[in-house]
């Protein structure tokens, strides 16, 4: 692995888990690790564009759930096929797929992987309530033994579909500064 100067100054921030049932998830983790309370998502090409798959146009959707901050833990359960998740669940079944790490540029970030040989997976952007926010999986399984993800938060969060559990008061999470 190349010295990559954008990558090394994001912060590690999520570990993705993909799981078969979200709600058993949400029950099960919060149980065994006092996890919670969960923010809810469902990301479909109705709210993030131009999601990507191998290079080419997707058209799937995933439910998440987000808790935490030391890492992030981020439950993940697919909708439709032809995925970067349904690889990892083919191969492995289902458990840690991902590492994500925070970073400032996801454009420059990713150019930067791309140059130094490392294949971009699947992709999306603009989940954020302006329109922002980029997520891409890289396929660094060779050199670090699992797949990253490079995350650019949006600038301000949409409302989350869902809280769990139900009632749950959630902090709204800090702003990311803009650079």
Same mark, same amino acid.
């Given at each position: ?6 990558l090394a100054?994001? =912060?590690?921030?999520?570990? /993705? ?14 149980? %065994?690790?006092?996890? /919670?309370? !969960?923010? /809810?998502?469902?990301l479909t ?6 999601? #990507?798959?191998?290079?080419? +146009? ?6 998440? %759930?987000? =808790?935490? =901050? ?12 032809? #995925? ?8 492995? /079944? ?13 454009? +420059? =970030? ?5 140059? +130094? ?28 033994? !699992? ?16 809280? !769990?559990?139900?009632? %749950? ?5 800090? #702003?990311?500064?803009?650079?």
């Amino acid at each position: 692995m190349l010295p990559l100067p954008l990558l090394a100054s994001g =912060t590690l921030m999520q570990v /993705g888990v993909v799981v078969p049932d979200l709600d058993a998830a949400l029950e099960r983790y919060s149980t %065994a690790f006092g996890l /919670g309370p !969960w923010i /809810g998502f469902r990301l479909t090409p109705d709210n993030v564009r131009d999601l #990507t798959y191998r290079g080419r +146009a997707a058209d799937y959707g995933i439910d998440i %759930a987000l =808790t935490g =901050t030391g890492p992030q833990i981020e439950l993940i359960q697919v909708r439709g096929e032809n #995925t970067l998740y349904h690889e990892f669940i083919d191969r492995h /079944g289902y458990g840690i797929q991902h590492l994500g790490v925070k970073v400032d540029d996801a454009v +420059a =970030t990713t150019d930067e992987l791309v140059a +130094a040989g490392y294949e971009v997976l699947q992709s999306g952007h603009g989940y954020g309530s302006n329109g922002d926010g980029r997520f891409v999986y890289f396929d660094t399984v060779a050199d670090l033994g !699992w797949i990253l993800e490079i995350i650019q938060p949006p600038a301000v969060r949409r409302e989350p579909d869902f809280v !769990w559990p139900r009632g %749950a008061n959630v902090p709204a999470p800090p #702003t990311p500064p803009r650079i």
